[in-house]
């Protein structure tokens, strides 16, 4: 049986996102000034304050996660509980993060969401929809078999 190759591709981004996240921590508070996690985070990290590296690890942990239900669609690794419905959620997840920062720093003045720049939003809202489209396909492909 073939691979479903846009899963397997949509799981290596996820776990390519999960390693960039995890290169902030290490990389300190000009990662996570450059990545775009905004001013405050890359201050507290660079007060040692706990709070960006436990967040940035809790979002790297949700991405291996969503690239392990990628690659278990994917035929690759053992099934995975609720597979399909965690597919779907994943994939909305992404589709709508990428939508909505497409459209959001355009229709708020939040201070949450202008500390980023509008490069920041751009980038990373089409980096998400490119990820959501390779979940979709891959879903899609997987629940039509």
């Known amino acids: 049986m073939a691979k479903n190759n846009q899963l397997i591709i949509g799981g290596c981004l996820s776990f390519l996102a999960a ?10 508070p000009d990662w996570y000034l450059f990545f775009g996690a905004g ?37 690759v690794i053992f099934k995975l509980p609720l597979l399909k419905i965690c597919l779907v959620l994943i994939t909305a997840v992404y589709l ?5 920062g497409l459209v959001g720093p ?22 998400c929809c490119i990820y959501g489209t390779f979940y979709l396909l891959g879903t899609v492909r997987l629940c039509r078999k």
């Open 19 to 28: 390693l960039l996240h995890i290169g902030c921590v290490w990389g300190g």
């Open 39 to 75: 001013e405050r985070m890359a201050q507290l990290a660079a007060d040692g304050d706990p709070y960006p590296t436990i967040v940035t690890l809790v979002i790297a942990s949700v991405l291996t996660g969503w690239g392990l239900y990628a690659l278990s669609g994917a035929g």
């Open 96 to 100: 709508l993060r990428g939508l909505a």
């Open 106 to 127: 355009f229709l708020t003045s939040s201070p949450v969401v202008q500390q980023n720049s509008i490069t920041f939003w751009i980038v990373s809202s089409m980096i």
